[in-house]
Nanobody, 123 residues
Framework: QVQLVESGGGLVQAGGSLRLSCAAS????????MGWFRQAPGKEREFVSA????????YYADSVKGRFTISRDNAKNTVNLQMISLKPEDTAVYYC????????????????WGQGTQVTVSS
């Protein structure tokens, strides 16, 4: 089993920045790809970004491309999401996810999930 714990969420003004982190523990050798998803009130959970094991391959939703940067540190079993130029529409609970196969962008393909961290962007 793999456990994922997110941190770094909070309240920020529009145009501001936040850095989310996700720490993995347990059977971390099972992890290949990791991703970030978000869910706003009344909406479905949506893909934000994903990264493969080596960090060489990354993928972003169009809505965050150029503003968010995903990275991972396998030595520390962490994945990070640097978010800049935040907008009110970025407000959501952000979830870290991991899977034991190649990079994916759909929620159903991920095996393990964190509890989420709230990001609120005020206008």
């Amino acid at each position: 089993q793999v456990q994922l714990v997110e941190s770094g969420g909070g309240l920020v003004q529009a145009g501001g920045s936040l850095r989310l982190s996700c720490a993995a523990s347990g059977r971390t050798f099972s992890i290949y790809a990791m991703g970030w998803f978000r869910q706003a009130p009344g909406k479905e959970r949506e893909f934000v970004s994903a990264i493969n094991w080596s960090g060489e391959r990354t993928y972003y939703a169009d809505s965050v491309k150029g503003r968010f940067t995903i990275s991972r540190d396998n030595a520390k079993n962490t994945v990070n999401l640097q978010m800049i130029s935040l907008k009110p529409e970025d407000t959501a609970v952000y979830y870290c996810a991991a899977r034991n196969s190649i990079l994916a962008i759909t929620t159903t393909r991920y095996d393990w999930w964190g509890q989420g961290t709230q990001v609120t962007v005020s206008s």
